[in-house]
């Protein structure tokens, strides 16, 4: 049996390989990863950090570390919180810049969405219960109870730009509560009443589009971006004395304007743009998304990009009520879990087999890290296996018009995300290929997987 992981030990290990906390400007953590920003990376002890026990893996994406721990990272987490205290959101009047590059752009995302999961996925399986209730008719959708839970599983999703808001802010180091009120402009009463009416709008004599924000992505991303610039250049003229008064007041009232007639407009064409290309793409070639993603799942998680892609996802959502950008890691999740679990029938060593059924067993509940690191990546043929699985699992998918109403449904678990009450073959055939994944994972896995010499 693998020995208990002290998470306060590991904590300490980390924080002293990472350089040191005064070396860390930035913590957070995902589900199975710890991220970190440091301000010297040639601190860094990766091959140190990747020795402790406790550790599956470790990488860079872009300017952030991320550490692979797996299923009991909530744990290692708290242990590192506490230690390094609540993360600085104070504006600074002078952020370094960075160069600009591709990863630039997969850090900000996975910062702004990475934190946001938890809210979503907790009102996604609420929208997946109230449709398992309905569907077995043990809750009518004309009831009072159900009205109020609708709502409530909707609240995430609707105040989304709310959401984003406060990591947004976080990430371009800006005021996270100003933020908030930018979020809350688009989505006030008053503002929707205006859309509603549909008439002309005017703001100082420019027009506003009159656009609906609930549910948007981009929009708030591009505002929030603006304050931070916006922020940081009146902090720079007003006296610190009276910052706390008039620096909010400016920001607003500078921000508000390029934010209502620019830069939201902006941001919902792009939104819908995206939408526009996953939806023409489903209609003309549905195959194509979830059997690129059934395939190459692993290679998305092992180098972080999979939060990349959120932002696609999200304008699907808003504007099909469903999404099939992501149905594709479900198959490949599990074919993830089945290659691994055959390796531990397979292998003759004690050690491997433990860490196999451990990390099999974690990936049927779509938590791949530990698999993909500890077993297929470094045995190379099952991660074969599992490609191919997740693949011929996606394809299934796509020729079948498999459709999922959350943003989750990555595991078994998440079944319920996939029922239609106006398609109940739609679970059906999400079931089939989740088993069709997992069968050629297991089998190809058991077919040419051989270990090379006798285990030490």
């Known amino acids: 049996m693998a020995a208990k992981v002290n998470y306060d030990e590991l904590a300490d290990a980390i924080i002293e390989r990472l350089g040191g906390k005064d070396n860390i400007s930035f913590h957070t953590h995902c589900v199975t990863r710890l991220r970190f920003n440091v301000k010297d990376k040639s601190l860094v002890d990766k091959e140190g950090i990747e020795a402790l026990q406790g550790v599956i893996n470790s990488l860079w994406s872009g300017e952030q570390y991320q550490i692979v721990i797996g299923n009991t990272v909530n744990e290692a987490y708290e242990c590192v919180a506490a230690k390094l205290g609540p993360v600085d959101t104070t504006v600074s009047e002078d952020v370094p810049k960075k160069k600009f590059s591709f990863s630039t752009i997969f850090e900000i995302i996975t910062g702004i969405f990475v934190p946001a999961i938890p809210a979503i996925a907790g009102c996604g399986l609420m929208k997946a219960l109230l449709s ?185 959502l808003a504007t099909a009520g469903y999404q099939t950008v992501a149905i594709g890691m479900l198959p490949s999740n599990m074919a993830q879990g089945t290659a691994t679990l055959a390796v531990a029938l397979k292998t003759k060593s004690a050690e491997l087999r433990e860490l196999a059924i451990s990390a099999g067993t974690s990936a049927l509940f779509g938590i791949t890290e530990p698999a993909l690191y500890g077993v297929t990546l470094k045995l190379k043929k099952p991660l074969i296996a599992v490609m191919l699985g997740g693949g011929l699992g996606g394809l299934y998918y796509g020729l079948n018009k498999v459709h999922c109403f959350t943003p989750g449904g990555t595991a078994w678990t998440g079944f319920a995300t996939y029922i239609d009450a106006a398609n109940p073959m739609n679970v059906v055939h999400m079931l089939i290929g989740m088993v069709l994944a997992m069968a050629v994972a297991f089998v190809v896995t058991m077919v040419i997987y051989k270990e090379d010499k006798p285990a030490e």
């Not at 730009?161 to 006030?188: E, Q, W």
């Not at 549905?286 to 999200?314: E, N, Q």
Request: glycine share 6%; proline share 8%; charged share 5%.
């Open 132 to 316: 398992l209730l309905t569907f077995a008719n043990l809750l009518s959708t004309e009831s009072q109870t159900y009205y109020i839970l609708a709502f409530v599983a909707d609240s995430a999703f609707y105040f989304l730009p709310m959401i984003l808001a406060f990591n947004a802010a976080n990430k371009f180091k800006c005021s996270p509560m100003l933020a908030v009120v930018l979020g809350g402009v688009l989505l006030h009463p008053q503002f929707s009443a205006l859309v509603s009416a549909g008439g002309p709008v005017h703001f100082l004599g420019l027009p506003v589009t009159l656009a609906n924000y609930a549910n948007s992505v981009i929009p708030i991303i591009l505002i929030v971006w603006l304050q931070s610039y916006v922020e940081r250049a009146i902090n720079r003229v007003i006296p610190k004395p009276v910052r706390l008064v008039f620096v909010p007041l400016l920001t607003l009232l500078i921000t508000v304007p390029f934010a209502l007639v620019v830069l939201g407009p902006i941001g919902t064409i792009v939104g819908n743009a995206l939408a526009t290309g996953i939806m023409s793409l489903e209609n003309t070639m549905p195959w194509l998304i979830p059997t690129i993603f059934g395939a190459v799942s692993p290679l998305l998680v092992m180098t972080g990009m999979h939060t990349s892609f959120y932002p696609a996802l999200f304008a699907q």
